[in-house]
Structures are given as C-alpha cells and as structure tokens.
T-cell receptor
Framework: DGGITQSPKYLFRKEGQNVTLSCEQN?????MYWYRQDPGQGLRLIYY???????QKGDIAEGYSVSREKKESFPLTVTSAQKNPTAFYLC????????????FGSGTRLTVV | AQSVSQHNHHVILSEAASLELGCNYS??????LFWYVQYPGQHLQLLLK??????LVKGIKGFEAEFIKSKFSFNLRKPSVQWSDTAEYFC????????????FGRGTSLIVHP
C-alpha cells in the first residue's frame, strides 16, 4: 500500500541532544512537508521541499534542520537549539506544487526530558 | 500573507444533532480550501476540498462545506452527527499560485456524546 511512514511513533530524548525523525513515502510525490502540532495551535509548518535537493523554511524553522537527498525521504532533525521541542510532528506529501490535497503520516510524538 | 481562523475550538454535541464548524480565511487572491479530520490516534485524512465550480462541496461520511466568497468562509456542516464523528477538524487554505503552501487553522475539537 502506498503511504507515508513516520518512525518512530514515540521518541524520548534528553535535553541538549539532537534527534532525527524519519519520514518516508512511496507515493512518488514531489513535495514533502513537516508540521508541528501543538494543542490549540493547529499545524504549523516547519520546513517543506518541493523537489529533491531543495527545501525551504516554513513559519517555525528555528531549531530544526532537514535534508532531501532522495525523493522518498525527508528527515527532520530537532536540534538542541529548539527551545520547546516536545510536540507531535507530522510529515505530509503531495503530488506536486499544486498540492491537490495532502497525504499525512501517522506522526511522531517527541518528548524531551 | 494568508491566514485561516477556526472560531470554535471545542464543540460538544449529542448524537443526531446538526453540526456547523466555522472557517474563515484571509487571502487576497484565488484559493483552494480543504477540510481535514483527525480521529483519535489516527492520521489526518481529507474530508473534502474546494477548487472551483459549485461552491457547495460534498465530502466523505455525509459532510459538506459551502464556499462563500463574499464572506471569506468555508464552513463545514453535517445534518446529523454520530459518536464516530468525534475528532479534531482542521480547515486549510492553499493559494492558487505562488508557493502552494497550505496554511491550517488551529483546529476544532468535536466531541459527540452517544
């Protein structure tokens, strides 16, 4: 079945450590996105990529980094510079820049202690 | 810059009640509009979308939404809710042009009591 796989589902890290969240899609979608979901704040865009080897900052990119070396993969690194990293992270993809709807992964809940 | 407002943050209904969730947007050009639903423990899934044409859009599970351009609104409706509609609902906007990056509202949490 085609879809987006995010792993792991739950992640715990100590404060000050960088952590990388995985996002893989087998939909052959060009565009991929990372969102952060916090209660009462909806989905906020962290980074997005519309083609391989290119990505752009979203609304809340500070403290995060990404790479897009392959079309199917768009990992997100939460760095120690992110002041409030505990959150639910969602990866999404869409067919192309026209974004005729998005497919979402099941998310990763990151807890930093 | 575009924005999406969902004024109802929490809605509690009894089964068979009618539902209307508000969504207003701010953008100066042509827009594509979406409603997504997130059931407890599940990923976001598309309920319905509007691109052009008939402003009344029908989606899955008996949901519909009406695009009213003059009011910058895209409210979601269902005539009779079920317990299984308990979920979080997100309205989203994508400008028709430019970067095509979606902006989501803050979401509305719907609880339906059996």
């Amino acid at each position: 079945d085609g879809g987006i796989t995010q792993s792991p589902k739950y992640l715990f890290r100590k404060e000050g450590q960088n952590v990388t969240l995985s996002c893989e899609q087998n939909l052959n979608h060009d565009a991929m996105y990372w969102y952060r979901q916090d209660p009462g704040q909806g989905l906020r865009l962290i980074y997005y990529s519309q083609i391989v080897n290119d990505f752009q900052k979203g609304d809340i990119a500070e403290g995060y980094s990404v790479s897009r070396e392959k079309k199917e993969s768009f990992p997100l690194t939460v760095t120690s510079a992110q002041k409030n990293p505990t959150a639910f992270y969602l990866c999404a993809s869409s067919v192309d820049r026209a974004a005729w709807g998005y497919t979402f992964g099941s998310g990763t809940r990151l807890t930093v202690v | 810059a575009q924005s999406v407002s969902q004024h109802n943050h929490h809605v509690i209904l009894s089964e068979a009640a009618s539902l209307e969730l508000g969504c207003n947007y701010s953008y100066g050009g042509t827009v594509n509009l979406f409603w997504y639903v997130q059931y407890p423990g599940q990923h976001l899934q598309l309920l319905l979308k509007y691109f052009s044409g008939d402003p009344l859009v029908k989606g899955i599970k008996g949901f519909e939404a009406e695009f009213i351009k003059s009011k910058f609104s895209f409210n979601l409706r269902k005539p009779s809710v079920q317990w299984s509609d308990t979920a979080e609902y997100f309205c989203a906007l994508v400008p028709s042009g430019g970067s095509y990056i979606p902006t989501f509202g803050r979401g509305t949490s719907l609880i339906v009591h059996p």
